[in-house]
């Protein structure tokens, strides 16, 4: 039997098979797609947006970099230099360019040269041993940490900012690094000019300092300024009056850096434009004169402030201006660590405080002055007009004027009076019941001026408002009136208050520049400057920028043959025998006009039950003077005030006065002997 054959079997599809196929299919359009977008992404950088990023790459190249202005220089009235720039340099560090296996050599090496401490436990024993209260300050404000090495691995967070480890290094230390820089990679030192106060403390409250703007300085800088944080500008005196004549324009320069940020080369410069040089009017040795015999008085009677003022009365120059204490304003160079901020605020002394133009005082017998002026102007009396000026003398009650008992009693500083005197004799003896009766009147012998015209008068001779002497933090002082009075206190102006005013009492405050600019006006015949203290400002290649011209206020309206009267009293004030000034030990052979103040003051006890007193009972006092020499052709105006004790009362025939008469013999006597020992 032959065997049969198989039958055909017809099989399905295997969807096993296909799947596969599928996959493939897809996973091969995907790739395409794939390769089509970036395809396109890549026609798209390099096409359509190639010149943006081509102009990008090279902007990561080239930098635009500011260039500091070097500040102008201060001189004296002689060409001293006062202030001047002093190259000093900033240590900085690039984290990225500092190879990691040499990380720790370069940062000891860098803590060694610099004297700057290694790790934070190095930086807080260092404190300690110090004694600082205030955690150590960080190295660089970014960074935060005082130790250099946690300093470090904060910056390598961003590893292309530089980090500033050292300011204001000294030259012999960056010449140190600048040698070692092939073992110091990513190490640089950046030269920086930096303000040096040649005579610190001297002359300080005058010059003021810079430093480092802040975030809030920029906010209320006008854009136009272009400042930016790494630049300084000056915060107090002249430095800040000044700041647009001081800091210049600052240059520009196009630089190609690497990767690591180093300089590869200076494509373009543009130099800065140094700030202008000012010339002072102040003599630099009548300056330190005027401090070291002001600093040797105060220490003698205790005193925690004075004040020398000296003008040219023919000008309004400043030839002097000394406020004490004092401060070292290089304590604020590249910015004052906030212990020692902190110790200058706390010190009761208060050496931050110009106490020449921001101390308002009464202003003692001083403001006679201005009161026997507008009397005579006002014809209230004569240069004849003789009045009683007895020990006392009783202001009758207003309300009841015939009833003794309520009258009130007013005393001279003198308790046997000074019989009948006239109005130079009064101000050469200072006479205090004569002023009341000029000021206030008295009932059946003298009108007085009143309130309403002694306040006018004060104004006019420049009381009541600042000077305007150009320098940050003038006061204006007080001028009272009835209706200032009614306002401030509730209270109503009563005669009394017009007794007080007349001798430079009361609610009365003036600044010891402003009686120093009354002084002017008396000497020179009326005319009242205001007071300056630049002399020239002069750009880099000397030319002039600007001269000085006299300032004048105004002319107080005082007949120049009443001033003299005035004169003639503040002259008998030092020549006469009763004189309040005559023991003082001026200058011989020297003219000299000048007039006493003591003037009350209430310093509270620490109760507040009453004001000090001494031990007499009498209240505690500021002393006084002020004088012009020589006489006939007055060269110079000088006020000097001494700040009381809180315990003593402080006279200024015995205090203020000698101190006057030793900086007149300087300026009279020793001061031509040195100038013609130093003329060729």
């Known amino acids: 039997m032959l065997p049969r054959e198989p039958k055909d079997v017809q099989l399905e599809p295997s969807t096993d098979a296909s799947a596969p196929r599928w996959r493939l299919f897809w996973f091969r359009v995907m790739v395409f797609v794939a390769f089509m977008l970036l395809l396109a992404r890549l026609w798209q950088l390099q096409i359509l947006e190639g010149e943006r990023y081509r102009l990008q790459a090279t902007g990561n ?42 990380e720790e050599a370069v ?8 004297d700057i401490p290694l790790t934070n436990y190095v930086a807080r024993a260092q404190a300690s041993l110090d004694e600082q209260v205030d955690e150590p300050l960080p190295l660089d404000p970014d960074c935060g940490e005082p130790g250099l090495l946690e300093c470090f691995q904060v910056a390598k967070r961003a590893p292309y900012r530089p980090l500033t480890v050292a300011r204001d290094v000294a030259p012999e230390k960056a010449f140190i690094l600048l040698e070692q820089a092939p073992f110091l990679p990513g190490v640089y030192v950046e ?96 300056q330190r004169v005027a401090t070291e015999v002001l600093r040797r008085s105060l220490e003698q009677v205790g005193s925690p402030r004075g004040v020398v003022v ?25 910015g004052i660590s906030p212990s020692e901020y902190q110790a200058l605020l706390e010190d009761e002394r208060k050496p931050l405080f110009n106490t020449a133009i921001s101390g308002a005082f009464a202003p003692g017998s001083v403001f006679k002055l201005v009161t026997a002026s507008a009397a005579l102007q006002e014809g209230v009396i004569t240069p004849r007009t003789r009045l009683n000026a007895p020990g006392m003398i009783y202001l009758p009650n207003k309300y009841f004027p015939d009833d003794p008992s309520l009258a009130q009693p007013f005393y001279d500083w003198l308790p046997a009076g000074h019989g009948v005197i006239d109005v130079v004799s009064a101000l050469a ?5 004569f002023f ?31 000077t305007r002497v150009g320098l940050p933090g003038e006061v204006a002082g007080l001028v009272p009136t009835p209706a200032w009075k009614r306002k401030t206190l509730g209270e109503t102006w009563v005669t009394g208050d017009t007794y007080n005013m007349a001798i430079g009492q009361g609610f009365l405050t003036v600044t010891p520049l402003q009686l120093a600019n009354v002084t002017v006006a008396v000497a020179n015949g ?13 750009d880099a290649n000397g030319d002039v920028v600007r001269g000085f011209q006299p300032d004048i206020l105004r002319h107080v309206p005082v007949d120049p043959a009443y001033l003299a009267i005035v004169r003639e009293g503040m002259r008998g004030a030092v ?20 007039k006493t103040g003591t003037a009350e003051y209430c310093d509270p006890l620490p109760d507040l039950s009453d004001c000090k007193r001494n031990e007499n009972g009498f209240l505690v006092t500021h002393a006084w003077f002020t004088a012009f020499a020589p006489y006939e052709n007055p060269e110079i105006v000088l006020l000097v005030f001494v700040h009381g004790n809180g315990r003593d009362v402080l006279e200024g025939s015995k205090v203020a006065a000698p101190i006057a008469a030793e900086i007149l013999r300087y300026w009279f006597k020793e001061r031509p002997r040195l100038q013609a020992s130093l003329s060729p």
């Open 575 to 594: 020549e006469r025998p009763d004189g309040t000034a005559r023991f003082a030990g001026f200058p011989p052979g020297v003219a000299v006009a000048g």
């Open 526 to 538: 009326g005319i009242l400057y205001r007071p300056q203290l630049v002399y020239q400002v002069q």
């Open 107 to 114: 940062l000891r090496e860098l803590a060694r040269v610099l």
């Open 436 to 466: 009341y009766k000029v000021g206030g009147g008295f009932p059946g012998e003298i009108e007085g001026l009143g309130i309403e015209r002694l306040a006018r008068w004060a104004r006019m001779f420049g009381l009541g408002e600042p």
């Open 310 to 334: 000296a003008l040219d009365p023919r000008n309004g120059q400043v030839l002097a201006l000394v406020s004490l204490p004092s401060y070292d304003n290089n304590l604020f160079i590249g």
């Open 191 to 286: 030269p920086k000019p930096q303000r040096a106060y040649l005579y610190g403390p001297l002359l300080s409250h005058i010059l003021g300092y810079v430093l480092p703007v802040s975030q809030e300085f920029l906010e209320q800088a006008p854009s136009s300024e272009e400042y930016e944080l790494t630049d300084e500008a000056g915060v107090a005196g002249l430095e800040a009056a000044l700041e647009r004549e001081l800091r210049g324009r600052k240059g520009r320069r196009l630089v190609e850096k690497d990767v690591f940020g180093r300089q590869v080369r200076v494509l373009q410069e543009t130099p800065p434009e140094p700030g202008h040089n000012v010339f002072l009017t102040i003599d630099l040795e009548l």
């Open 61 to 102: 190249r080239f930098y635009v970099e500011s260039i500091p202005a070097p500040r102008g220089v201060i001189y004296d009235r002689l060409g001293r230099i006062l202030v001047r720039n002093v190259p000093t340099f900033n240590v900085i560090v690039v984290p990225a360019a500092v190879p990691e296996e040499q």
């Open 429 to 433: 003896r200072s006479s205090d019941t």
